[in-house]
């Protein structure tokens, strides 16, 4: 069910980030040049062998066009998995977009989507979200959800345990490192969940929050992040965050991300994220790649 939020509750200024930074390394973020030109063109070159292919799951209308979660498999790896990602065709990225509410909408995977991937739940943020001063401009979510979407509309305060079960956060081996969630101090995760999707948790070493704590030279403005979001004890999302600014820039982008030590359910699990723009089908992708399968 597409939701669109008109002032939600949730929308709260955060006044504080109940974290410390000591001496970390930014996060290495590869484009395409060293390193990553390599892996942008080794995975063209794996999309365009025999046995490898692109599945679409149904469109959905987003303004002028449409978006649909894809995956591409190796029929001669045993279907494994190379991307599972959202694309947004032209019309739509270029095209006038709604404004001024949140859209949520919940995009069904293709057929053969890999464990343990349920949904995507693809959100238009025309004027962001908090923190202010860092995700306050236009920008998408890509919650790629592995619990099924009826539970993720199950996330409300109706729920006489929703404070529970947003304070209940996965263990420490179930987490990224250097990841926290935002909240102001002194208060708990059940403060800044949000009503249909989760608590969510912010890269520390992603450079729009360096001012925020205290380390103004790596500082740079939101252009894209990873999230996790979690739910009643574990994780149930993995979410790039991009601005609709950079999507246009129609740069080819491989960014590695933190991955967790363990996980709840075996799967295959990405190390990486990528963000490209198809001139051919005139499509802007983000998405999940470098899979590795975890028990």
């Known amino acids: 069910m597409r939701k669109t939020l008109h002032n939600p509750a949730w929308l709260v200024q955060f006044t504080a980030l109940c974290a410390v930074i000591a001496c970390a390394a930014d996060r290495a973020t590869e484009t395409m040049g060293g390193a990553a030109s390599a892996t942008a063109a080794n ?3 794996t999309i365009g062998s025999p046995g490898v292919h692109r599945q ?5 209308t987003l303004g002028e066009g449409k978006v649909r979660a894809y995956v591409v498999l190796d029929a001669k790896d045993e279907q494994r998995p190379l991307e599972l990602g959202v694309a947004i065709d032209a019309r739509a990225m270029e095209g006038a977009l709604p404004t001024p509410d949140m859209l949520m909408i919940p995009v069904k995977l293709p057929a053969q989507a890999p464990a343990p991937y349920r949904f995507v739940l693809f959100d238009w943020n025309p004027l962001g979200h908090p923190l202010a001063g860092v995700f306050d401009v236009p920008h998408f979510d890509f919650h790629f ?3 099924p979407e009826a539970d993720v509309e199950a996330v409300t305060p109706d729920d006489a345990e929703f404070a529970a079960k947003a304070n209940d956060i996965p263990a420490g081996a179930f987490l990224p490192p250097l990841y926290a969630v935002s909240k102001p101090p002194g208060t708990t995760p059940s403060v800044v969940a949000v009503p249909g999707m989760g608590v969510h948790w ?3 070493l992603s450079p729009e929050y360096q001012r925020v704590l205290g380390r103004p030279e790596a500082y740079q403005p939101f252009t894209k992040t990873y999230v996790y979001v979690s739910w009643d004890g574990r994780i149930t999302a993995f979410e790039p965050m991009i601005t609709r600014e950079y999507l246009l820039r129609r740069i080819n982008e491989t960014v590695p991300v933190r991955q967790p030590a363990k996980y709840v359910e075996a799967g295959w699990y990405p ?5 490209e723009y198809d001139d051919r089908s005139r499509e802007y992708r983000v998405a999940l790649i470098d899979f590795a399968w975890h028990e």
Do not use: E, F
């Open 43 to 45: 995975a063209s070159a």
């Open 56 to 60: 679409y799951g149904p469109p959905v």
């Open 145 to 147: 959800y592995v619990v």
């Open 202 to 204: 912010q890269d520390l």
């Open 271 to 275: 190390s990486a994220y990528r963000i």
